[in-house]
């Protein structure tokens, strides 16, 4: 266990504003009193972990972050539970795709066990910042910048890793989400950054997150870099899809798709209840005409901020899928989200292990 320094803030947030804010939490948008900061140089490695005050960073403006792009970052969420402990829900996952971020972009790796004690300290000091109730969670923003005074081209010598975290409630505002089919812009190429968790990827997809809501959809949806006809993944999340034999369906991770935790636990939720499980490559004119013909019949995008969101309608340039209804969600979608939530809300048996108690 590292020693934190404990600086608590000065200026808490009034209690009954901050209820207000927790009743009521927008996502991304509110955030706690206090974040986590460590510093990471060449000659002293990891130290001064320190929690204090959410507050404006100061950094030089020849720092190679703002040069070169050296960032990296997670998603997770800590909930309260009916008792009233919080819990964190597999943080070792997020410390460990944190580290293959960090490798894959050439940064400092910080120790798995640090990432998830630097978590635990934010929490811990917050606590009170955790909302309850169905939906309701505290969203966990570890990253991790460059923060070299240096115009070059070479890894950074200097890092610095930050924790912050908001009460947030449901990412999308209810109901079946549409999705655009990006079919001008890609996401990632083999051989590129697609399964680190950098902020270079998310900012490539904003254009076509942009035509997205220009075509009235709610997201987009990339297709293969290669061939342009493979779906890969959405803007911020992972997808897939259910056929009429009840067969879940879901592209293969081969470096091009970031490593979804949420990911990564439905499809062992779906094994632990007889789901049948397809990881493979999934033609998009295949999911437009198997959603015509019923073969297709529910999809959803998953991942840690949207949990597991329906996705009632795919549209593209002359066309549109439909999927049940298009504006509620099916059957295998809705157990599996069921599962999913009674597990991280400690309403049903953990037998994964993933429930990491803090306070």
């Known amino acids: 266990m590292t020693n934190f320094i404990i600086e608590p803030t000065a200026t808490p947030t009034d209690p009954a504003r901050r209820a207000e804010l927790v009743a009521n939490p927008v996502f991304g948008r509110v955030f706690t ?18 929690v204090s005050a959410y507050k404006p960073l100061s950094i030089d403006p020849a720092s190679t972050v703002l040069h070169y792009g050296q960032e990296i970052f997670e998603g997770m969420k800590a909930y309260r539970t009916a008792d009233g402990r ?15 971020s960090a490798r894959r972009m050439g940064m400092a790796e910080l120790p798995e066990a640090l990432f998830v004690q630097a978590v635990d300290e934010l929490v811990k000091i917050d606590r009170a910042w955790v909302p309850s109730g169905d939906g309701r969670s505290l969203y966990l923003r570890p990253f991790m910048i460059s923060n070299e005074v240096f115009l070059g081209v070479k890894p950074a010598s200097e890092y610095l890793f930050i924790v912050i975290a908001c009460p947030v409630g449901s ?10 089919v990006s079919e001008h812009y890609t996401r990632a190429a083999p051989g590129g950054t697609g399964e680190a968790k950098c ?33 890969e993944e959405m803007g911020g999340m992972n997808v897939m899809f259910v ?117």
């Open 33 to 50: 009193d206090h974040m986590v900061t460590i510093r990471f140089t060449e000659d002293k490695g990891w130290h001064e972990a320190k």
């Open 86 to 100: 919080i819990s964190a829900f597999r943080p070792e996952a997020n410390a460990r795709r944190f580290a293959e």
């Open 171 to 180: 990412y999308f505002s209810g109901g079946a989400v549409s999705v655009w």
């Open 199 to 231: 902020g270079g990827n998310y900012a490539g997809s904003l254009v076509a997150q942009a035509e997205a809501k220009e075509q009235g959809c709610d997201q987009v949806l990339f297709l293969d870099a290669r061939e342009r006809r493979y779906i």
């Open 243 to 359: 056929r009429d034999d009840g067969v879940l369906v879901t592209p293969p991770l081969g470096g091009t798709i970031l490593r979804g935790i949420t990911r990564d636990s439905l499809l062992r939720i779906a094994a632990d209840n007889n789901i049948t499980i397809e990881e493979t490559q999934i033609d998009i004119d295949d999911i437009f005409e198997g959603a015509a013909s019923g073969r297709y019949r529910e999809a959803f995008a998953c991942g840690t901020a949207a949990a597991l969101s329906p996705i009632g309608r795919l549209r593209r340039t002359g066309g549109e899928a439909v999927f049940g209804d298009g504006s509620s969600i099916g059957p295998v979608s809705a157990t599996l989200r069921q599962l999913l939530m009674g597990i991280q809300a400690g309403r049903s048996n953990d037998v994964h292990g993933w429930i990491h108690p803090i306070v």
